[in-house]
Nanobody, 127 residues
Framework: QVQLVESGGGSVQAGGSLSLSCAASGYTYSTFCMGWFRQVSGKEREGVAALYTGGGSAWYADSVKGRFTISQDNAKNTLLLRMDRLKPEDTAMYYC????????????????????WGEGTLVTISS
């Protein structure tokens, strides 16, 4: 069973930066579609960024393009999300998710297609 554990959330002022990590374990697949999603209480969860660990371009939501960077550290089996120039509207619970299926960086990841989810890490941006 794949386990995903997020870390790195916290509270920063607008304009600041945070880096999130998602440590993956317990898997036998060689490649994954992995993504970051976020949810504000009372609103639907939305995709933030995603990549295919086998290579290719990453996908970003329009709201975070140019500010967030998704990457992978293969040596540590970790998915990363660098978040710069943070805005109050970035405040949310951030979740890491994975699927052994292929995903195309030109399209947003399907939440329903994600088989494994972390518990989330809270990001709070103050104005």
């Amino acid at each position: 069973q794949v386990q995903l554990v997020e870390s790195g959330g916290g509270s920063v002022q607008a304009g600041g930066s945070l880096s999130l990590s998602c440590a993956a374990s317990g898997y036998t697949y060689s490649t994954f579609c992995m993504g970051w999603f976020r949810q504000v209480s009372g609103k639907e969860r939305e995709g933030v960024a995603a990549l295919y660990t086998g290579g290719g371009s990453a996908w970003y939501a329009d709201s975070v393009k140019g500010r967030f960077t998704i990457s992978q550290d293969n040596a540590k089996n970790t998915l990363l999300l660098r978040m710069d120039r943070l805005k109050p509207e970035d405040t949310a619970m951030y979740y890491c998710a994975a699927s052994p299926e292929y995903c195309d960086g030109g399209y947003p990841p399907s939440q329903d297609g994600m088989d494994f989810w972390g518990e989330g890490t809270l990001v709070t941006i103050s104005s």
